[in-house]
Structure formats: C-alpha cells, structure tokens
C-alpha cells in the first residue's frame, strides 16, 4: 500500500454529521427552559407546550395518577420524565404521561436519572405541530418495549390505542378508553378528556 506523503489530498471526512450523543451526557446538560430527547444519539430540542396540550396531558396523567394510587399499582410520571428505550446509539424520549407497574419499580427502584427502558404505559398528546410521521415514529420506538401507546389528538377528540401485540383501537368521544391488562381497572369517557 501506497504512503501518502505531505502533497497527498487529506481524506475529506463529512462534516455534517451529528455527534452522537449518550443518555448520561443529555442528563448533565445545563437546564436551559427547553426540554430535549435523544434519537439515536442525537438531541432533539423541544419548545415549550401550548397549552391546550398541557391541559390535555394534566387531565390524563391526573386521571391515571387518582386510579394508580388508589390501587397502589405502581407510579405515573409526568411529561418532564425520560425513558431510555434504546443504547448504542441511545434514545431518551419524555412521553406527557406514563404509567409504570409496581414489579418494575420493585426490580429497579425510584431512580434519580432516566427510568432504564420503557414504561408499560406511554401517552402522547399530538401538539399542533407535530406531523403524522413523527407520531407514528413515537409510536413504534414506544412499542418496541411499552405494552400500551395512548395518543390523545385534540384536534379530532380522538384516543389512539396501540398494543404491542400490534392491536389498534381508534376511540370516539362516546367511547371508553380502558386500561385493560396494562392498567387494570382504569376507565373515562374520551368526551370526559376534552370536556
């Protein structure tokens, strides 16, 4: 093989590629009034929510919280919480609600940092700027180890429901989205969530 000497053309290496970042390094980023998630190594910034959406979350989340810890499954997290559900390169998405089972919390504890995997319940409130493919790039990242997807969509007054064993149930404002298996015993009117 040919040395390449001083008058050699250096490698030209793309300079656009992102550096990937790890789960540990977005947990020590500064606080900055944004909240960011990581696909794939690379960090995604997130605006504030609007407001209609943070209604929407805070309605959901405080209807499974009340069943929750009434029935001492286990805990519902708020928007601000990150999951890893992938390594190498890492993923940490922050679903506007999530419910984790109480074996979970058994096995691995209250953690400081990200909870390591996926919630058995993740709910995703669509925001008037999200796009039908990020959704549903959400939606199978989440399934990939949720057992239950929940997407709320205000714009329609709809409730998606996704199953890991690939069922799927759109639900109207008379219908009822139940927990099933996953949360046993929940139960609202999806009209009572855009009430």
């Not at 696909?39 to 504030?48: A, E, F, N, Q």
């Not at 995703?124 to 039908?132: A, F, L, N, R």
Request: proline residues 6%; aromatic residues 8%.
């Amino acid at each position: 093989m040919e040395e390449m000497g001083r008058n050699s053309p250096a490698p030209i290496l793309p300079s656009s590629l992102p550096t990937l970042l790890t789960a540990e390094a977005l947990w020590k980023q500064p606080d900055d009034g944004y909240r960011y998630e990581l696909v794939k190594g690379v960090l995604r910034k997130m605006p504030p929510a609007g407001f209609e959406h943070g209604i929407r979350a805070a309605e959901i989340g405080g209807l499974l919280h009340a069943h929750v810890k009434k029935h001492q499954l286990g805990y519902v997290c708020g928007a601000e919480t990150g999951f890893r559900i992938a390594r190498h390169p890492d993923t940490v998405r922050a679903p506007d609600a999530a419910f984790v089972r109480r074996e979970s919390i058994a096995r691995q504890g209250v953690v400081k940092g990200y909870w390591e995997g996926a919630p058995a319940l993740a709910v995703e409130v669509i925001s008037p700027g999200d796009t039908y493919a990020e959704v549903a790039d959400k939606v199978e990242e989440w399934l990939a180890g949720c057992a239950m997807v929940w997407i709320i969509n205000p714009r329609r007054e709809t409730v998606e429901v996704y199953r890991a064993d690939a069922a799927f149930t759109l639900l109207r404002e008379a219908d009822i989205l139940e927990g099933g298996d996953v949360v046993e015993g929940f139960r609202c009117s999806v009209g009572e969530l855009f009430a």
